[in-house]
């Protein structure tokens, strides 16, 4: 699909009018063309492409990387991406990255309410405020964790993030993501994830929007292994979408935000960077819809790991201990036997980040409401509240349907620092510590 040519950069955004068409799959080889014949046969370099087009390949991966691993796209365009204005610095924001040593981490448990509305007027990436890094952009190790709050649509200018692929989690109002490589949407109970370097404008058809981004610095996100579960269950990867080619043929003038080495950078651009016609490869963004996710879980004893939830991870250097895993704790049965089933106490060498989106977590009777978050940092122990604590550990134990909520994690092997403006926040929960004061003793020296 094209977009006309407009002589002012200005104007609404067109990608109002694209048709949502999406590809299904996870890590596909996919091959998407807006005008037919603009991607070439046998070769991905021809002398002259059709329709005067440039040929541009965009590398994720190392070009040695095993071929299990290697995630480039090639893309069919109308102007190359080379052709900028040099870049000054984008100071006034709210983003950071690591390492960050605004505050010193500390050993608290910490949580926050849902946090107040961006002022009017406020787009992307003006609404982005982050709550807590780790690792080095710079070094490819780390996550950044990200609040954004904005009313208005991105466009004149547009984004690239060449720190860290992007995992977009609307908790209210849809984001809708013009990219290099089509046109995709996510609302609330879906999530999109946009990979390093890729560019886009960030439009919001319901107006004030609010969710959070995870910010992988490091190896790309992919499906968990399964092992035991066999070959389905959990994210299945039919379920996951991304769009088919579109393109913007727009001249005026734009500003193009990067996000590089832990800083905003702004050039400015003597046209749309959507200018994509077509499009081959295996490096491209999407989205997914967490109520496809197969709940698995216990049929007869204990509360699983909370790993039995992960949607996505993306590994570090050590087996078996992820730079960042997105899990979700869904609607699902509760049928074990002789079992607390809310999380249980627990001490973990992992990070956790949580946010609820919608209803009520089921370890959670007060405080935390749609829109809060919550970090629990390496081995410091939390578990149900005390009023949780009484209900599960008293309840009759017959199969119930834990149903009407939505909470995600994204949980790491390093520790989230806090930035300032999360603990400086008048949403911080200063008292969070005393939703456990009511874990009485109950000792009594018998069986």
Known sequence: MKVSDVADGRTAAASSTATLAYQTGFGNEFATEALQGALPVGRNS??????????????????LAPRALNRRTWLYRIRPSAKNAPYRPYAAHLWRSGPVEEVPLPADRLRWN???????????I????????????????????????ADTSMTDRYFANNDGEMLFVPQTGRVRLATEMGVLEARPGEIAVLPRAVRCRVELPDGPSYGFVGENYGMHLRLPELGPFGSNGLANPRDFETPVAWYEDRSGDFRLVTKAGGRLWECDL?????DVVAWHGNLAPYRYDLARFNVMGTVSYDHPDPSIYT??????????????DF???APRWMVAEDTFRPPW?????MS???ALITGEYDARADGFVPGGVQLHNAFTPHGPDAASYEKASTAELKPHKIDNTLAFMFETRYPLKPTRFAMEAPERQRDYHKTWDGLAAKFTGRK
């Open 46 to 63: 021809p002398q002259r492409p059709a329709y005067g087009l440039y040929a541009e390949q965009l590398s994720a991966t190392s070009f």
């Open 114 to 124: 849902r946090f107040a509305a961006a002022s009017r007027g406020t787009d992307f």
């Open 126 to 149: 003006d609404g982005v405020a982050t709550l807590c890094v780790n690792g080095d952009a710079a070094m490819q190790a780390g996550i950044g964790v990200h609040l954004y709050r």
């Open 270 to 274: 003597d046209r749309s960077p959507l």
């Open 311 to 324: 949607v996505l991870t993306a590994p570090s250097d050590t087996p078996g201990w992820a730079n960042m």
């Open 327 to 329: 899990v979700i704790f």
């Open 345 to 349: 106490f627990h001490r973990n060498v």
């Open 352 to 354: 956790e980040f949580l």
